[in-house]
């Protein structure tokens, strides 16, 4: 290969033309190793920078759906028609895809970001399937249901405001299913209010089921904030 030839063969070359390159011998073993590196990262590169761009579009999502004394969530259709992001995906060339595995009653939904340019990102998210349905198959769907739109919130990073209670603008009702865990949010606010009303921590955990407050069920919430808004009351 003529000297300089490697040097200017990758600017602005596509896989196409690098495969017809090497189909031809204009590239040998190593240079063409170093040419799919080369256009792995460029496809990276289209892939994070189309990203940010689609990240300053996709709106704070309002919670619709209700869940009766919980609060609301917001279906996985909404958020992809009714919300735009599915429009907001294809402008930017992305698309979605999910797989999902089965294993130890746990249901795990991975979120495949791929994009035109090439270079894909995985995000999973798992959900304990719960007994408390009609049937297996309902509760293994819900459970499908509630992980694959939540791998899809965390794999484009949607934030979706949810129902907030009227004199706390900052302590979230609960969203989604309520046998997934409480928000992180929650967490540290119920771990905060434990110890300003000096309740017994481990007391409140065994109390709760759980063996940290970030394993606290999503169901127990009501019933563990009542318990602390009581304490509060009394110590006023």
């Known amino acids: 290969m003529p000297k300089g030839e490697l040097e200017t063969a990758p600017q602005g070359m596509s896989i196409e033309a ?42 704070v999502i309002v919670a619709e759906s209700s ?39 746990i249901i795990t939904v991975t979120c495949i970001l791929r ?17 408390k349905a009609d049937s297996e198959t309902q509760a293994d769907c819900k459970a499908s249901t509630t992980a694959k739109r939540n791998a899809l919130c965390q794999a484009l990073n949607i934030t979706i405001r949810q129902d907030v209670l009227m004199d706390e603008e900052n302590d979230a009702s609960i969203i989604g299913n309520p046998t997934e865990f409480i928000s992180l949010f929650q967490a540290d606010e119920l771990e905060r209010r434990v110890k300003e009303t000096n309740s017994n ?13 970030s394993t606290i069920l999503a169901g127990k919430y009501d019933e563990l904030d009542a318990s602390l808004r009581r304490k509060e009351q009394m110590g006023k």
Not at 115 to 131: D, E, I, M, Y
């Open 201 to 213: 921590v481990q007391a409140f955990l065994k109390f709760a089921g759980a063996d940290k407050f």
């Open 115 to 131: 994009h035109a340019g090439g270079h894909s990102h995985r995000t999973p998210f798992s959900v304990r399937v719960s007994g």
């Open 67 to 105: 869940i009766p004394n919980r609060g609301k969530y917001q279906r996985y259709e909404d958020i992809m028609q009714k919300d735009g992001v599915a429009k907001i995906l294809s402008k930017h060339g992305f698309c979605v895809a999910f797989e999902q595995e089965y294993k130890d009653n």
């Open 18 to 59: 690098a495969f017809n390159a090497a189909a031809t011998k204009a590239l040998d073993k190593d240079s063409l190793d170093v040419m799919k590196q080369l256009l792995a990262m460029d496809a990276e590169r289209r892939f994070n920078s189309a990203f940010v761009a689609m990240q300053s579009e996709i709106p």
